[in-house]
C-alpha cells in the first residue's frame, strides 16, 4: 500500500472525480478527510471507509471553512501530508457571446470563485500543517488548462489560472513542499454540477454522450471514468516514488490534444448573433 500511513484532505470529495481520489487512497493505505458542500454526500462516503474517513460540511469559497476542514483533519489524524483541491464547477461550454451582460459578472465570481479561489483558499489554509511534514498539493485541473474548447471562457480562463497558480506555489514552497497538478479529460458518469448564476445548477454532465463523444474525439476511442484518473493522484502523493517531481502538471486526458477538439467555427456563433459584416 504506497499511502499507508499518510493523511490526505480532498475537496470535493464527495462526489464524481474527488470521491474515487477518496476511495483509491483509503485503498492504498491513507486515512482522508473531505471537505465538501453537501452533508449527504458526506455521510455516504464516511460510512463506507469506518475509521479512514472524516468530513466537513463547507463552502470551498470561506476561509473559514477550509481552516475547519484542516483543523477536523489534524483532529482526527494527528497530521496533513497531501492537500488535494479539486472541487470544481462546469460552465457548459457557455461562449461570451451567449452570457447575458447581466449575468455575467455573477458567473466569472461564481467559477473563479469555486475552481481558482478555492484551491487558493485550500492552500492558505493548509499550509501550515503541510509545511510540519515536509507534505504536498495536488490541484485538480482539466484539458481547459492546455487547450480551447474543453469549456466556455470563464472556465478555461479559470484552469489556465490553476496551472499558473501550481507553479507559482511550487515556486514559492520549495524546497518544503511539493506542488503539482493532474489535467483530466471528460469524466465519465461525472455529476459535474453547472453555474447557478447561470441557471445550469440542475444540468448534469452525466447526461452528455461522453462515450460516443469521446469515441470520435479521442486517440484512445474511449471514454475514462473517476477511479480510471485517481492513480495520478496517488503518483504526485508518493513520497517513495515521486519526490522530484513540484510544479508538473500531468496531461492525463486521453490525448485530446494530438487529434484536437474538433470544435466547429466558433466564429459562425458572431455572424448569427450580429449579422454578416
Not at 474517513?53 to 501530508?81: I, P, T, W
Not at 465519465?188 to 452525466?206: D, H, K, R, T, Y
Request: charged fraction near 20%; aromatic fraction near 8%; charge should be negative.
Amino acid at each position: 500500500m504506497r499511502m499507508k500511513d499518510q493523511v490526505a484532505l480532498v475537496t470535493g470529495g464527495g462526489s464524481g472525480l474527488g470521491k474515487a481520489i477518496v476511495e483509491r487512497f483509503v485503498k492504498e493505505g491513507a486515512r482522508v478527510a473531505i471537505l465538501d458542500r453537501s452533508p449527504e454526500r458526506i455521510e455516504e462516503v464516511v460510512s463506507a471507509h469506518q475509521g479512514a474517513v472524516v468530513g466537513v460540511a463547507g463552502d470551498v469559497r470561506s476561509m473559514d471553512d477550509n481552516k475547519n476542514a484542516v483543523a477536523e483533519c489534524v483532529k482526527a489524524f494527528g497530521k496533513l501530508d497531501t492537500l488535494i483541491g479539486n472541487a470544481g464547477v462546469w460552465d457548459y461550454n457557455a461562449t461570451l457571446a451567449s452570457a447575458d451582460d447581466d449575468r455575467i459578472s455573477d458567473a466569472i465570481n461564481e467559477l473563479i470563485g469555486i475552481n481558482l479561489n478555492g484551491y487558493i483558499l485550500a492552500a492558505k489554509a493548509a499550509l501550515p500543517e503541510l509545511y510540519k511534514s515536509k507534505g504536498n498539493a495536488i490541484f485538480t485541473v482539466s484539458n481547459a488548462g492546455l487547450y480551447p474548447g474543453g469549456g466556455g471562457v470563464i472556465y478555461t480562463a479559470a484552469k489556465h489560472g490553476v496551472i499558473g497558480m501550481i507553479k507559482q506555489m511550487a515556486h514559492e514552497w520549495a524546497p518544503h513542499i511539493r506542488v503539482n497538478g493532474v489535467a483530466p479529460g471528460g469524466i465519465g458518469g461525472s455529476n459535474l454540477a453547472g453555474l447557478a448564476s447561470l441557471s445550469q445548477e440542475n444540468n448534469s454532465f452525466s447526461d452528455l454522450p461522453l462515450d460516443d463523444l469521446m469515441k470520435q474525439i479521442l486517440p484512445l476511442e474511449k471514454a475514462f471514468y473517476a477511479d480510471e484518473y485517481a492513480g495520478a493522484y496517488v503518483f504526485f502523493a508518493d513520497r517513495n516514488d515521486n519526490g522530484p517531481a513540484t510544479g508538473a502538471v500531468l496531461n492525463f486526458d486521453g490525448g485530446i490534444g494530438m487529434r484536437g477538439f474538433m470544435s466547429p467555427n466558433m466564429g459562425a456563433e458572431l455572424v448569427e448573433k450580429f449579422g454578416a459584416i
